[in-house]
């Protein structure tokens, strides 16, 4: 029979424990050494700390300043209110760059028919308020029907906010129009709008196809005609 192996139960790691009188490795103080020079001395590329605090820096200092800002008076109040729902609009619409493009073009658009409308009256001292408050809603209802003409065609073969923008400029022309000639900024805005709709729209395009659908309908049935003959 072979001789049995006697010595100290346990071996080598029993006599590391003995040595050291714990059950704790020699490395384990370096490792906790290291995790306290980290937690004391901070990363230069710390990430977290690089991009977030600054944020959280200056979101308080804005939160701050429209606070007070909107608790100075009332006016103040519905401009910050006004301020942060075109704000989160265009949070929500960053991404569709076309109907934000339309969007901004028809609100600037909307003052300034407003602006030159109310110049026109104070220029003229002979035209009732009634002409320039009707040319007013006018330009806006041109502005509205730029901006629902340009996403009512399912297919527009081109981009549907720079119409919006050519359609907007067109009633801003018949604004400044209107300063001279009241009368007359209505109709040639209605008249240029339709026609960049159209333009733009591909209206010519397909009355073109159905030109040539009917013309080709036509062909056909002389051909039949002739036949038959």
Not at 77 to 97: E, K, M, N, P, Q
Not at 132 to 155: C, D, Q, R, T
Request: charged share 15%; net charge positive; aromatic share 8%.
């Amino acid at each position: 029979m072979p001789a049995l192996k006697t010595g100290r139960p346990g071996g080598p790691r029993a006599e590391a424990t003995a040595h050291t009188g714990t059950g704790r490795q020699p490395g384990e103080r370096g490792s906790a050494s290291a995790l306290l020079r980290r937690l004391v001395h901070q990363d230069r590329d710390d990430a977290w700390a690089v991009r977030l605090l600054p944020r959280l820096a200056f979101g308080f200092a804005a939160a701050y300043t429209l606070f007070a800002l909107a608790s100075s008076s009332g006016s103040s109040f519905v401009a910050v209110c006004g301020l942060l729902t075109l704000g989160l609009v265009v949070w929500f619409l960053r991404r569709r760059r076309q109907l934000l493009l339309g969007l901004t073009s028809t609100l600037l658009t909307a003052g300034l028919t407003g602006y030159f409308a109310a110049a026109g009256e104070a220029a003229r001292w002979g035209t009732s308020a009634l002409v320039s408050g009707e040319a007013v809603f006018g330009y806006w209802a041109l502005a509205g029907m730029a901006l629902l003409g340009a996403w009512i065609p399912k297919n527009h073969p081109g981009g549907r906010g720079v119409t919006v923008v050519g359609a907007d400029l067109v009633i801003a022309v018949a604004s400044g129009i209107g300063m001279i000639w009241p009368e007359a900024g209505v109709p040639l805005g209605f008249l240029g709008v339709s026609v960049i709709l159209t333009l733009r729209g591909g209206g010519i395009q397909a009355l073109c196809n159905g030109a040539r659908k009917v013309s080709g309908r036509r062909s056909g049935r002389k051909d039949t005609t002739d036949r038959d003959s």
